[in-house]
């Protein structure tokens, strides 16, 4: 049992790992030749929707809902959330995936009740889909004071121009609601009220996907990433989240939980990607004795059992930190999750690739593909230079 886990994370553990055996692993092939077929690769997948009944009828839906919101602890989710981890597409069967876990979190915590209905309520059923619209192309989006989008109020509407990218989920054709960060009050000197979340239905007049983006030339499909344009989008007052100058502080608790969803598939990735090493490792001989037997080879597996196991117990520790004090109060141990895990995922499944050879580079394994997923969370809730510099700051301040 994982510490500080409850028996009902453990029995859910053991659903979820046979859910796993019986449902994901072999449907995986299935699942890249679906895609493949698709003529429009972001729309929804049969055997997506397949399975997500299935999970449904399990009571294995919905996992990630925070605990104050009569779900799990983080502390009782880690564990899950890496399981999940082991197969890039399988969150989604369960509706824990980013980045509709985190935009569902924002309306349970700031959402108004009109709000709830009308976007959290198919969000948790899992009839619809959302994208969070921060990132944008021409300013340094590391720091989120930057935001250029404007969000001005005219009379009953707010009117949204500016332009946003590398937009989880835009292109998919259930998306139906994007939560878009933006500016609306520039000169207020204290910069961190300088910004909003407003609520834009996709395609709301003057939305525009220009074009869909990769990431080391994996266009995510059927999630995706997006440049998406604001041209004078208007919609009611009613759709801002909180309020005025509040858009800072919705990000920040947003972003804590996410960051740490994130690290916890992450483990699961790497995990995959050296139990995958080993078996590789007592099949394939060079130079008159098993890859097993080389001291490079074992090397390269001591070395990545060690590291996840140290990253798996600093994000568990993290989640039971959060449980007991709340995200803002372990943002220490967050931002030092948030900088190793994905790191430690990148190198491993690196050395894991290169057992395998030219093999591990195609899609015959799920490795590479792993590795983009890996390396793109190294900029994504904030690259790895800002959550160093954040923390440094703190260990600084704490113990001089």
């Known amino acids: 049992m994982y510490a500080n886990t409850t028996e009902s994370s453990e029995n859910l553990k053991i659903q979820l790992e046979q859910f796993m055996t019986d449902h994901i692993y072999p449907n995986e092939a299935r699942y890249h030749d679906e895609l493949a077929g698709l003529k429009d690769r972001f729309v929804t997948m049969p ?55 985190g935009n569902m979190e924002v309306f349970m915590k700031y959402g108004t009740e009109d709000q709830k209905k009308e976007w959290l309520l198919p969000l948790l059923s899992g009839e619809i889909r959302s994208c969070f619209a921060m990132t944008e192309p021409d300013v340094a989006s590391s720091d989120a004071t930057n935001v250029q989008t404007s969000i001005i109020r005219d009379g009953a509407d707010y009117v949204i121009n500016g332009k946003k990218w590398f937009i989880t989920g835009a292109m998919n054709e259930r998306t139906g609601i994007f939560i878009v960060m ?10 961190h009220l300088q910004q909003s979340q407003i609520l834009v239905p996709k395609g709301a007049p003057g939305m525009v996907i220009t074009r869909p983006l990769t990431t080391l030339g994996y266009d995510d499909a059927p999630q995706g990433h997006a440049e998406v344009v604001f041209d004078n989008v208007r919609v009611p007052a009613e759709n801002m989240l909180l309020g005025e100058g509040r858009g800072f502080e919705i990000a920040q608790g947003r972003l804590g939980p996410g960051r740490i969803h994130h690290c916890m598939r992450l483990i699961g990735a790497a995990q995959r990607a050296l139990e995958y090493a080993c078996r590789r490792s007592v099949t394939r001989s060079t130079f008159g004795k098993m890859l097993a037997e080389h001291q490079s080879v074992r090397e390269d597996i001591a070395k990545s059992f060690c590291e996840i196991e140290q990253a798996r117990l600093l994000t568990l520790k993290t989640a039971s930190r959060m449980d007991e004090v709340g995200a803002r109060e372990a943002s220490d141990m967050i931002a030092a999750a948030k900088i190793t895990v994905p790191l430690m995922a990148q190198n491993v499944i690196d050395r894991c690739m290169q057992i395998h050879g030219a093999g591990g580079l195609t899609g015959d394994y799920f490795m590479a593909e792993a590795f983009n997923y890996a390396r793109w969370c190294r900029q994504a809730d904030g690259p790895d230079q800002v959550h160093m510099m954040a923390l440094g700051k703190q260990i600084i301040k704490r113990y001089s």
């Open 182 to 191: 933006g500016k609306s009050d520039p000169e207020n000197p204290n910069r």
């Open 47 to 101: 055997l997506i929707e397949e399975l997500k009944a299935i999970a449904k009828d399990q009571g294995l839906w919905n996992l990630f809902v925070p605990k104050k919101f009569g779900g799990l602890s983080n502390a009782d989710y880690s564990p899950l959330a890496e399981i999940m981890g082991r197969v890039s597409w399988s969150p989604e069967v369960f509706n824990c995936n980013a980045p509709d876990t």
